[in-house]
């Protein structure tokens, strides 16, 4: 199964918290008992630039993201991410994904120094 898209637009220097709920096809929560968590940024699919996200696991199916003002501060212009889970049995679930935008900040901006 592809992962569901959500883009997200990050304005630099800024924090990013969601909250991603999972539901099966009858609409009853996904219980999230035992699983791992994980998200990064990169700047493409196996790209080394890597921002990882800070994920918190609510029962029975809420995984709050988090994304601290420093680290975004160092994000790419444009990159990807995702949301990855890890069951205890060892199956490995990505239920959403997508591009990343960033837009550049004004306010406590860095100075590029241009040749």
Request: aromatic share 4%.
């Amino acid at each position: 199964m592809q992962p569901a898209s959500l883009p997200l637009a990050i304005y630099r220097g800024d924090s990013l918290r969601l909250q991603v709920q999972l539901w099966d096809v009858n609409n009853n929560p996904i219980d999230l008992t035992g699983v791992v968590a994980k998200s990064e940024i990169r700047e493409r699919p196996a790209g080394t630039q890597i921002t990882e996200l800070t994920c918190t696991v609510t029962l029975p199916n809420t995984v709050t993201v988090y994304l601290a003002p420093t680290d975004s501060h160092n994000l790419p212009s444009k990159g990807n991410w995702d949301l990855q889970l890890t069951y205890s049995n060892g199956d490995v679930l990505t239920p959403v994904g997508g591009p990343v935008t960033v837009t550049p900040d004004v306010t406590d901006s860095t100075v590029v120094v241009g040749p």
